[in-house]
Nanobody, 127 residues
């Protein structure tokens, strides 16, 4: 069982920056593939960024060049650094984890590929 807790959400203006963090309560963090998802009201949950246990990453086209995912296996922590935020980035952001491994980075952004989820942290970008 993996428990995930997100933090770092908040309200920023258009063009601002935020860093989200996800703390994982597991001794096997280094073996997990991890990802960030988001869901806006009335929309489906979408993959934002993911990272395999080997450090391979994938990003949604809408965030490439603006968001950076990183993991710290020594701290059981996953970060999402977000810059140049836009109003359309407004959503609840979720951390997800899965211990079934894959090197297929396309799968990193599919929510059905993850069993473990945090409760989310809200990001609001005002224009």
């Amino acid at each position: 069982q993996v428990q995930l807790a997100e933090s770092g959400g908040g309200s920023v203006q258009n063009g601002g920056s935020l860093t989200l963090s996800c703390a994982a309560s597991t001794s096997n963090f280094r073996y997990l593939r991890m990802a960030w998802f988001r869901q806006a009201p009335g929309k489906e949950r979408e993959g934002v960024a993911g990272v395999t246990r080997d450090g391979l990453t994938n990003y949604a086209d809408s965030v490439k060049g603006r968001f950076t995912i990183s993991r710290d296996n020594s701290k059981n922590n996953l970060d999402l650094r977000m810059k140049s935020l836009k109003p359309e980035d407004t959503a609840m952001y979720y951390c997800a984890a899965e211990n079934v491994q894959t090197s297929n980075t396309i799968l990193l952004l599919r929510p059905q590929q993850y069993r473990y989820w945090g409760k989310g942290t809200q990001v609001t970008v005002s224009s």
